[in-house]
Structures are given as C-alpha cells and as structure tokens.
C-alpha cells in the first residue's frame, strides 16, 4: 500500500500563497506521475497540474502562470506552489501519484490523497 499525506492548505486572501506538499509513503520502488487535482463544490475533480518522472510538467489553463508544480525524488514528495490565488481557487485539492511498488513481487499501483481544503477569500 501507498500513503499520500497532503499539508499546506488553508485560507488565504485573494493575492495571496500557498504551497501544497504531497508526501508519499510505502513500499515505492519508483513514481512514475505526481499531480495535483481539484475539486470545488458542485464541480468534477479536475486536473490542476501534473509532473513525470523526467520533469515533464502539465498546467491547466486557469493556473499557468500563477502555479508551479514540482518534486523531490529523494523524498517521494510533490509541491505545488500556487501564487495570485483567486476565490475561483477555492477547491479540495488532492494528491494523485502512480508507479510501482515491491509488494511480494512488483506491480503498480496508482493512489490518491485524503484531500486538503484551500479556500481564497476575496
């Protein structure tokens, strides 16, 4: 099993910063994909930002510009550092990670975050 521990959420006035952490835990051989999805309420879950094994990043069209997604290998830990949030920002924003464990053998596996609220006031 792989655990996904979210923090750095809270309130934050519109203007303001954020920086969302994803820690992952388990028996982790390799991570392929880390990102990071959304979900506001009323609305589908979708993908904010993502980054490959190789450094590849993915944006969404509402946040290039103001958000950076990124990663730490040696800690199996994913950032996502939001800047000029806006109230339309407002979301659970969860961790979603893929790749492969050493479980009595070696397979994938693909896990998501608990979820962390991130709420922008205007």
């Known amino acids: 099993q792989v655990q996904l521990v979210e923090s750095g959420g809270g309130l934050v006035q519109a203007g303001g910063s954020l920086r969302l952490s994803c820690a992952a835990s388990?028996?982790?051989?390799?991570?392929?994909?880390m990102g990071w999805y959304r979900q506001a309420p009323g609305n589908q879950r979708e993908l904010v930002a993502s980054?490959?094994?190789?450094?590849?990043?993915n944006y969404a069209d509402s946040v290039k510009g103001r958000f950076t997604i990124s990663r730490d290998n040696a800690k199996n830990t994913a950032y996502l550092q939001m800047n000029s949030l806006k109230p339309e920002d407002t979301a659970v924003y969860y961790c979603?990670?893929?790749?492969?464990?050493?479980?009595?053998?070696?397979?994938?596996?693909?896990?998501w975050g608990q979820g962390i609220q991130v709420t922008v006031s205007s």
């Open positions: 979603n990670v893929d790749g492969w464990v050493i479980d009595a053998g070696r397979r994938s596996f693909k896990s």
């Open positions: 980054v490959t094994s190789g450094g590849t990043t």
């Open positions: 388990g028996s982790i051989a390799s991570i392929n994909n």
